[in-house]
C-alpha cells in the first residue's frame, strides 16, 4: 500500500513510501551512492565511494545524510 487516507478523506503516502521516495531521490542526486532508512536503528544510512575506500555513514535525518554524503565524498 503506498497511501492512506488522512482526516479529510484525501490520499496521503505512507511512511514508507516517503522513505522510498528520499532514497531514490538522494540516490539520483549523488550516482554511485547507495542510502537506505535503517528500521531497526530509525537511522538513514549511506555508503558512499570515496578515494580513500567506501565510507558507511549515518544521520538522523535525510538532510543530515545528504551533509554526511557530502562530507565523505570530499574527504
Known amino acids: 500500500m503506498t497511501a492512506q487516507r488522512d482526516a ?3 490520499e ?3 511512511p514508507e513510501a516517503l522513505r522510498a521516495r528520499t ?3 538522494l540516490q539520483e542526486q549523488f550516482p554511485g ?4 532508512f535503517g528500521r531497526a536503528t ?3 544510512w549511506a555508503l558512499v565511494p570515496s578515494r580513500g575506500g567506501p565510507r558507511l555513514v549515518e544521520a538522523p535525518t535525510p538532510e543530515g545524510l ?6 565523505a565524498r570530499s574527504g
Do not use: D, Y
Open 8 to 10: 479529510a478523506g484525501r
Open 12 to 14: 496521503e503516502p505512507t
Open 23 to 25: 532514497v531514490q531521490g
Open 33 to 36: 551512492v547507495r542510502v537506505w
Open 42 to 44: 530509525g537511522s538513514w
Open 66 to 71: 545528504r551533509t554526511s554524503i557530502i562530507g
